[in-house]
């Protein structure tokens, strides 16, 4: 069964700052990955879609990567924002056994001060 | 604008009042699917249809219907909500499953008092 973690659960960093959301997922088994963007009692924004295939994406200040053989995903966010404070979620999309949903991590939540 | 769209954003309601939250996509997406989402325990899928006409269950079914009458719509029924049903609840879509990411909705905050 598929298992996805974050780490940390919360971060706060000084605005400006770099910094790097973890996830974790058991199964390799999957056709990507997908980092989603929260603010609180809002909707789930898409920020990046990696394929299986695929090590790497950047969108502006974003880059994603992936590592499908360690069960491993990191966001980088370069030079943080009060305006990225939100929670940030990654999921993933199996096959095999376990298709047709994605499987989300807990999230982490970021507070970027001013 | 691409999107997914729901209605409505916010809703109370009392135990065993029927109600449907819609939901509508302007992608030609195949695929389309209901989570929820609670303090704790994330987000959890509630149930998906592949296209048209094919629907099934999700994780956590019990207590909603859906229905895919049109590729565009998939609205969530709850025939009689109880407390328990209190969530978030998200509409997503994806072109079809196999790698093409989803398109989440903003949401529909319900409270059942």
């Known amino acids: 069964k598929q298992e996805v973690t974050q780490i940390p659960a919360a971060l706060s960093v000084p605005e400006g700052e770099n910094l790097v959301l973890n996830c974790s997922f058991t199964d390799s088994a999957i056709y990507n990955l997908q980092w989603f963007r929260q603010d609180p009692g809002k909707g789930l924004t898409s920020l990046l879609l990696i394929q299986s295939s695929q090590r790497e994406q950047t969108s502006g200040r974003l880059n994603a990567s992936l590592d499908k053989s360690s069960g491993r995903s990191t966001l980088y966010i370069a030079a943080s924002q009060p305006g990225d404070s939100a929670t940030y979620l990654c999921?993933?999309?199996?096959?095999?056994?376990?298709?047709?949903?994605?499987?989300f991590g807990t999230g982490t939540l970021l507070a970027v001060q001013p | 604008e691409a999107q997914v769209t729901q209605n409505p954003r916010y809703l109370i309601t009392v135990t065993g009042k029927k109600l449907t939250v819609t939901c509508s996509q302007n992608?030609?997406?195949?695929?389309m699917s209901w989570y929820r989402q609670d303090p704790g325990l994330g987000l959890r899928q509630i149930y998906y249809s592949m296209n048209v006409e094919v629907t099934d269950k999700g994780d956590v079914p019990e207590g909603y219907k859906v229905s895919r009458k049109e590729k565009r719509n998939f609205p969530l029924i709850l025939e009689s909500p109880s407390p328990n049903q209190t969530s978030l609840y998200f509409c997503?879509?994806?072109?079809?499953?196999?790698?093409?990411?989803?398109?989440f909705g903003s949401g529909t905050r319900l409270t059942v008092v």
């Open positions: 992608m030609n997406h195949e695929y």
């Open positions: 999921a993933v999309e199996n096959y095999g056994g376990a298709t047709n949903k994605l499987i």
């Open positions: 997503a879509s994806s072109l079809r499953t196999g790698g093409f990411g989803y398109t």
